[in-house]
């Protein structure tokens, strides 16, 4: 009688198709204990593909297409293993020559893709497979289910001051710790670089509090395993703090990506916090999903379509009261949405990859509208509109601005490109030359919302000999009347531009008295409320015709 326990392989043995013994390596491979194997029906663990008709072999006839074919050459299946996903197998058969009716399996694995080769973990193939499987259940055996997804706060520095050889050790340490401390609790899973998962289950019916509460506890240990010094290869011992986000209402989230996606931006909070922080999910982390995920299916479509409408911001000289300009404003009023702001679609623009496409879909608009105006015998004044660094940072910007504008026959001098965010641009030199190329071109440049933090000093020192006008932001503007240290840096924001030989504009005006006190610092220009809205292009038509860039354009007290 042949003895399995010696095999380097998984093996089972069956009888009439009933699995009657496995070795070690087999439990290892799928997960399962020997007693949860013995005595199920073959297909408990394993799947076949006819090799003849590409169909999956159906439950009953498994052992004995295995015991036929399998005997001849190798057949290709799959195991199915503890966590619901297939791995790739070949499987040998042969007879027991001293038990009739009895069987013995060889399985070699062929490909394992839901294993992490640095930390022998599970990757995210594998807790997405689980959790789709889970989800799929009927409402009476599906379980309460919560993902927790976490990344280790600045691993990259492991790399830096030890090597990439400390660095994935340093992994290999913290999946093995990890697993020793959740102790079975969950699913813990590398999904990539420094991000792991957890997928926590429960089956026996806890209330949502206590399954919570069950689930902060799984935190918690989260956060002593981010506390301890693990021990590395050459004697360095290192502690990283974890940022954990977590999705626990699996209920509420129609699939695995969901929760995905909600533990994400769960986790994306914690990353404000300088020490090991979990968050949690929330209802309107699942509201706010749902929105961004309609307005990412239907953002190319409203810009193919021209949903979207373009708003103008009339901008006023301060000393004589002169129409000097609009800002480009874009617009967007959904069927079922109602009005979407713009930072909000704008937004999500970037994160899909479509920012550089619909700026220059707005340039396009504004460069039309102006052309359109002058060919009736309307005189606009400049118009300024908003790109994002993202879009100036790219190789083409330059002349797909240029052929947009020898395509309209727009005049440069009427157009003015405010700069947003630059302070987290990351081609500074694309960034610079590119700007270069547009002041040659006779652009104007602004950069806007200056003295929030997002515009640099160095950037500006770099960029000075391009720029034309500093944006004042709004926040700064709210409460220059009451706050002095407001009132100081503009002060000295205006002083700047002075040194710089640049123009300053205040935006979010609307008080008399935050025009007057502008007026007294020396600002250039302003717009917001107090002197008018967005306007839709009728409107701003009807201003151009009646202000003709006089004095009595500008409302009074």
Partial sequence: MSDIAYSLLPVLTINNGIVIACNDAFTEQVGYVESEIIGNQLHFVLSVIDTDTQDTV?????????TDKAQKSCVRAAFKDKHHYALPVDVQCQARADAPGEFELYF??????????????????????????????????????????????????????????????????LGKTLQEKLNGKGLVV??????????????????????????????????????MQLKLKGGHQVSKSFSIGVS??????????????????????????????????????KDDLVFKKLIIEELPQAIEQNQIKIYFQPQYDLCSGALIGFEALSRWQHN????????????????????????????????????????NGINPPRIAINISFKTIEMTTFVSRIIEI?????????????????????????????????????????????????????????TFCRSLDKLKLDRTLIENICNTELDREFTRQIIALSRVLQVKVLAEGVETQEQRELLTQLGCDCAQGYYFDKALPVSEAQALIDRACFSADCIPTA
């Fill in 108 to 173: 070699r694995v062929v490909e394992n893709k839901s294993v992490d080769p640095i930390t022998g973990l599970p990757n995210g193939w594998a807790i997405r497979s689980k959790a789709e499987y889970l989800l799929r259940l009927p409402d009476a055996q599906k379980p309460q289910m919560a993902l927790i997804v976490f990344c280790v706060d600045n691993f990259s520095t492991i790399n830096f001051r030890y090597g990439f050889d400390i660095g994935d050790n340093y992994l290999w340490m």
């Fill in 248 to 285: 626990a209402e699996s209920a509420i989230y129609d699939s695995y990506h969901a929760m995905e996606v909600a533990a994400e931006i769960a986790m994306r909070e914690a990353k404000k916090f300088s020490t090991s922080k979990y968050c949690l999910a929330t209802e309107q982390t």
């Fill in 58 to 66: 159906s439950n009953e006839n498994i052992a004995d297409y295995i």
């Fill in 336 to 375: 079922e949405l109602g009005y979407i702001p713009p930072d909000v679609f704008v937004g999500v623009a970037e994160d899909i990859g479509l920012h550089f496409e619909f700026d220059l879909w707005v340039f396009n608009q504004v460069c039309r509208q102006i052309v359109e105006w002058r060919e």
């Fill in 405 to 461: 504008i020898n395509t309209t026959q727009c005049p440069t001098e009427l157009i003015e490109i405010e700069i947003t965010e630059t302070a987290t641009a990351k081609n500074i030199s694309m960034l610079r030359d590119n700007i270069t190329q547009l002041k040659s071109a006779g652009i104007n440049i602004a950069v806007d919302d200056f003295g929030t933090g997002y515009s640099s000093l160095n950037l500006i020192r």
């Fill in 190 to 227: 590398r999904y990539s670089n420094a991000k792991f998962g957890v997928l926590v289950e429960a089956y026996n019916g806890l209330t949502s509090d206590v399954f919570d509460e069950y689930v902060r506890q799984i935190c918690l240990r989260l956060c002593d395993v981010a506390a």
